[in-house]
């Protein structure tokens, strides 16, 4: 029982007997502790003078720039309040290229100069701007051309909050991250971008409809996927450890074929760990609301209420974090990897993408009144021209090597981009489409159709699952994102691609008037025009299926698997003219993401490679050697006692066969050492990016089929890697 494997199992079954560990909720009554870490409305009313409180809420709704001495102020009340609540430190919390978030910490508390006295500080600028020594975020050359040093600022929109760790708090203020001369290094300054860019151009589109229009929000509800995992078994996994999914592993018999695992009733130690990470988020004011298991053994999902896309994008980053501290104590693991067992399915973040007003209305929800539904026609109908546009870039956003092993494997939204509107919606616009020129008889029609949209039952539209960006009743389901990612990469692309397609709609919009044409008679005109030219990119049927596959390429789709193919799209002149124009990336920012992105990818793979090729050299081949030197034993034991070949030809073979995994494995992991050694060669991150793709990725899998071949062959006590069955069913 010395092997690491079987003392994690035993560790597993003697955890059992104990009890599940306790969850101290401040109260029963959520709304009792809903944002109580959070500087939020209330506590601002509570903690500013009201000439304070209205600059603060003006800098937070319109983005105004906050004066030095309001600045001050505002600091001033955010360290009393989080000192009240016990807080000693703050940070400075921002969200590099890494996918992560990243902090550090500094202390209230300070020595005033010459006098040498003990007291507690922390100015407006400190809470304006930090430096942190962020030389090793990546930074795509960004900094060696500019500054070597990263600079935080502070974000306003979205608000501070107290993070607790173990006794520790720490005052978080959500920032963005630049270099000195203000290129963006993070996730949070493009999409800020891109939210203004869309607001901009949504503002005129929208006061066709309503005058009063000032406000446009995007509005992002995501939905967090993720596995469970015994921390025995988790750390008795190289590769759980090093790359958050497993590199090998024999199938388990049983998978998720009976579908017992979903909607099931959840385990009782996954129970606590919910109601624990639940309390965490809601005392955060991440609002989370429903928590169910998935379709994978091990498998939940946890989603919370929609909120503007800057706070949703903020709440679901920390609420990663969460989930892994909330974890341990619970000795579990939490897996937030695409893939992390081959054959089950993998996590996705579907994040649900929509625009609202400030008066409250989502311009993706149609209504029983027609002129109301000529606005949500409209929007509908720009969101999908631009997704037509620019379908290259939105699957480019959601590009990452962990995301390639769901993206197109027959499990998950297959990597071409079409749209789902469902049939009443597709009845809607062929009808426009066939409803002939546009003039005042035809505009009264449509109206009148439109008039008749019923409510849209969320069962009319949500019954596809095999679309990546399905149209669900009052929003768009962007259903390609990883479990793992930032949503801020998906939800920039798509608030920029929107809004490039409401600015050329409305300044054609505005042609038509100007010609003297009706103004609903321009629009519908114009959309009828849309519904033509980006039909191609609507289909309604199974997504999975190699008929689709055919049939995309026939209407020039596009259908990119890898990662650095995919990644390209980011650096077509098509989307450096988009980003230029929104200005959400600088020419030199664009590269510099293009490359951390290309390097995330070459750094995964070379960890996975490197990781794979340590196990079955040191884990796999010993097993099967020994294995194998206990077979020839067996053999010349029974040759010497005079039996004849026929009597151990079923071991011989056994020996035969094992030989030619182990020279496969051999074989395969000398090339792979080979192949990365020449692909780390390459000048540039998208050639290094592809040669990975092109030449290592392969080898991984020929020595994990030769390495699963062998599990199933040597004596199960013999074997030192936690089982696929095991990881699966051992609770
Ligand atoms: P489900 O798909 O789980 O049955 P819903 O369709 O009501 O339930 O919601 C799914 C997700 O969509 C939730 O995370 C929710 O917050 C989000 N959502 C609902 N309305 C909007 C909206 N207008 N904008 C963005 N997200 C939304
Ligand atoms: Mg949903």
């Not at 010395?2 to 003392?7: C, G, I, K, V, W």
């Not at 993070?186 to 309503?210: R, T």
């Amino acid at each position: 029982m010395s092997l690491s494997r079987f003392s994690a199992i035993e560790t597993i079954i003697n955890r059992q007997s104990n009890e599940v560990e306790e969850v101290v909720t401040p109260s029963s009554k959520i709304s009792n502790f809903f944002g109580a870490n959070v500087f939020n409305d209330a506590t601002m009313k509570e903690y500013l003078s009201k000439d304070a409180y209205k600059s603060a809420k003006k800098s937070i709704s319109k983005g105004a720039k906050l004066s030095r001495e309001d600045a001050d102020v505002i600091a001033a009340a955010m360290k009393k309040w989080a000192m009240d609540r016990g807080a000693t430190h703050y940070t400075h919390w921002f969200q590099p290229l890494t996918g992560r978030t990243a902090e550090k910490h500094d202390s209230f508390f300070t020595l005033k100069p010459g006098t040498g006295e003990v007291m507690e500080e922390f100015s407006g600028d400190a809470l304006a701007q930090q430096e942190p020594d962020g030389s090793s975020f990546p930074g795509g050359g960004l900094r060696s051309t500019f500054e070597a040093r990263g600079y935080t600022a502070w974000d306003p929109s979205s608000p501070a909050f107290i993070l607790e760790v173990g006794e520790g708090k720490t005052l978080c203020i959500p920032t963005i991250f630049v270099t000195y001369s203000g290129e963006s290094l993070d996730y949070k300054l493009p999409l800020l971008k891109s939210q203004s860019y869309l607001e901009e151009a949504a503002i005129p589109v929208c006061q066709y409809f309503d005058k009063h229009v000032e406000r446009v929000a995007t509005t992002l509800g995501w939905e967090q996927e993720y596995f469970l995992i015994d921390e025995a078994l988790y750390n008795a996994r190289p590769d759980l450890l090093m790359t958050g999914r497993t590199l090998l592993g024999k199938h388990s018999p049983k998978g998720q074929q009976l579908d017992d695992h979903y909607f099931g009733s959840i385990p009782e130690r996954v129970y606590a760990y919910m109601r624990d990470l639940e309390t965490e988020c809601h005392k955060l004011g991440i609002p989370v609301r429903t928590r169910h298991n998935e379709v994978g053994p091990g498998q939940y999902e946890l989603a919370p209420m929609f909120e503007e896309v800057n706070v949703a994008v903020d709440h679901n980053q920390l609420l990663m974090d969460l989930m892994d501290r909330v974890a341990r104590r619970h000795k579990l693991r939490v897996l937030l990897h695409e893939k992390p067992f081959a054959g089950v399915n993998g996590s996705g973040k579907h994040n649900n993408w929509s625009m609202s007003t400030d008066s409250g209305v989502n311009l993706l929800s149609p209504g029983k009144d027609p002129a109301k539904n000529l606005r949500f026609l409209t929007f509908f109908v720009n969101t999908i021209q631009a997704v037509y546009n620019h379908a290259d870039l939105l699957r480019a956003s959601v590009a990452s090597a962990s995301n390639d092993h769901r993206l197109g494997a027959n499990e998950a939204p297959p990597a071409i981009i079409s749209v789902f509107i469902g049939d009443t919606l597709t009845k809607v616009l062929d009808s426009i489409e066939n409803g002939g020129e546009m003039d005042a008889d035809a505009v009264e029609e449509t109206l009148d159709l439109l008039g008749k949209i019923p409510d849209l039952e969320k069962d009319n539209t949500d019954r596809n699952r095999t679309s990546p960006l399905a149209f669900t009743g009052n929003k768009f389901e962007i259903r390609m994102v990883g479990s793992t990612m930032n949503c801020a990469a998906p939800m920039t692309v798509m608030n920029t691609i929107v809004g490039a397609q409401l600015r050329s709609f409305h300044a054609e919009v505005s042609k038509r008037v100007a010609a003297g044409r009706a103004e609903n008679e321009a629009i519908l005109s114009l959309l009828q025009e849309y519904i033509v030219e980006s039909k191609a990119i609507r289909f309604e049927g199974d997504g999975y299926s190699d008929e689709w596959k055919e049939e995309a390429a026939k209407r020039g789709l596009g259908n990119t698997p890898n990662t650095p193919d995919a990644l390209d799209a980011y650096v077509r002149d098509s989307s450096r003219a988009l980003f230029a124009e929104s200005g959400v990336f600088k020419e030199q920012e664009l590269e510099a993401h293009y490359e951390v992105m290309c390097e995330n990818y070459i750094l995964k793979l070379q960890i996975e490679s490197r990781t794979l090729g340590e196990m079955v050299v040191n884990s796999v081949l010993p097993a099967a050697v020994a294995y194998q030197t206990e077979l020839a034993e067996n053999i010349a034991s029974l040759s010497d006692i005079g039996l004849g070949e026929e009597m151990y030809a079923a071991q011989l073979d056994l020996v035969k066969r094992i030989s030619e995994h182990i020279n496969t494995i051999k074989t395969n992991v000398d090339a792979m050492t080979e192949a990365r050694r020449v692909a780390n060669e390459k000048e540039h991150a998208p050639d290094m990016a592809k040669a990975y793709c092109a030449d290592v990725k392969p080898l991984m899998e020929k020595i994990r089929v030769a390495a699963d071949r062998l599990e199933y062959l040597v004596d199960d006590q013999l074997w030192p890697l936690v089982k696929y069955r095991e990881m699966m069913f051992v609770r």
